[in-house]
């Protein structure tokens, strides 16, 4: 730790470069607080709001009731892929829609003797993760992990002045079409279902413009899954 500070200081402050091998010298160095401050913001920095949907082939997040019965829950590669990218989030971010049963469902999996080790394992993680669902409706969110909020926008841009880890978005299809819309996505990781469903919802609806992402990386799943990662 010390010599990543030793590091920031000499990148950063405009001076001969001092070794700091102690930390009693690192401490009595004048500018302590300067060096915090900087590594503060570079931790900051780092922070992302990463949306996760599964998709089919043909492009479609759901189908036109919200469907989703081509989606494998009990597959336990992927689930180990998911709480893999979990590592790095502390915060998960809703649309409205989704949430009473997102919220019903993973509550009741708590307590439910006979459920898939991973539906309890995630609703463990769940229970003790930070949720914020956006609404402009006076609603009141029934799982003490939850607080509402009304702007993305403006909610996002204080998360990432909060020192933290990632930000997850799950959706809904609506929710998320409006923060690619806004722009408020950092990165994108797309689970490509090997299914085509016809017709259904978008997470791009809105968009006006060719957005180009960046391609981070890919894995294929034995299922025939692909799981990809995109950087805005």
């Given at each position: 730790?010390?010599?990543?500070?030793?590091?920031?200081?000499?990148?950063?402050?405009?001076?001969?470069?001092?070794?700091?091998?102690?930390?009693?010298?690192?401490?009595?160095?004048?500018?302590?607080?300067?060096?915090?401050?900087?590594?503060?913001?570079?931790?900051?920095?780092?922070?992302?709001?990463?949306?996760?949907?599964?998709?089919?082939?043909?492009?479609?997040?759901?189908?036109t009731?919200?469907?989703?019965?081509?989606?494998d829950?009990?597959?336990?590669?992927?689930?180990?892929?998911m709480?893999?990218?979990?590592?790095?989030?502390?915060?998960?971010?809703?649309?409205?829609?989704?949430?009473?049963?997102?919220?019903?469902?993973?509550?009741?999996?708590?307590?439910?003797?006979?459920?898939?080790?991973?539906?309890?394992?995630?609703?463990?993680?769940?229970?003790?993760?930070?949720?914020?669902?956006?609404t402009?409706?006076?609603?009141?969110?029934?799982?003490?992990?939850?607080?509402?909020?009304?702007?993305?926008?403006?909610?996002?841009a204080?998360?990432?002045?909060?020192?933290?880890?990632?930000?997850?978005?799950?959706?809904?299809a609506?929710?998320?079409?409006?923060?690619?819309?806004l722009?408020?996505?950092?990165?994108f990781?797309?689970?490509?279902?090997?299914?085509?469903?016809?017709?259904?919802?978008?997470?791009?609806n809105?968009?006006?413009?060719l957005?180009?992402?960046k391609?981070?990386?890919?894995?294929?799943?034995?299922?025939?899954?692909?799981?990809?990662?995109?950087?805005?």
């Open positions: 730790m010390f010599a990543l500070f030793t590091i920031l200081l000499n990148k950063k402050i405009k001076r001969h470069p001092i070794a700091i091998t102690t930390k009693s010298n690192f401490q009595r160095f004048p500018v302590w607080n300067l060096v915090l401050e900087i590594l503060k913001k570079d931790i900051m920095k780092k922070r992302k709001v990463i949306l996760t949907m599964q998709m089919t082939l043909d492009g479609f997040v759901a189908g009731n919200d469907e989703m019965n081509w989606v829950t009990e597959d336990g590669e992927i689930w180990d892929e709480f893999n990218d979990l590592k790095s989030v502390d915060t998960y971010l809703l649309g409205r829609k989704m949430y009473p049963g997102y919220s019903s469902y993973w509550q009741s999996m708590l307590s439910n003797a006979t459920a898939p080790a991973d539906h309890v394992k995630f609703a463990k993680l769940a229970d003790k993760t930070q949720h914020i669902v956006f402009k409706t006076d609603f009141k969110p029934d799982w003490k992990n939850t607080r509402v909020a009304k702007d993305p926008a403006e909610e996002i204080r998360l990432k002045k909060e020192e933290g880890k990632d930000i997850m978005v799950w959706g809904g609506n929710f998320a079409s409006n923060l690619v819309k722009g408020l996505i950092d990165e990781r797309i689970s490509l279902n090997p299914a085509l469903v016809g017709e259904g919802k978008s997470f791009t809105g968009l006006k413009q957005k180009k992402l391609f981070l990386r890919s894995k294929t799943l034995k299922s025939g899954l692909v799981i990809l990662w995109y950087q805005s």
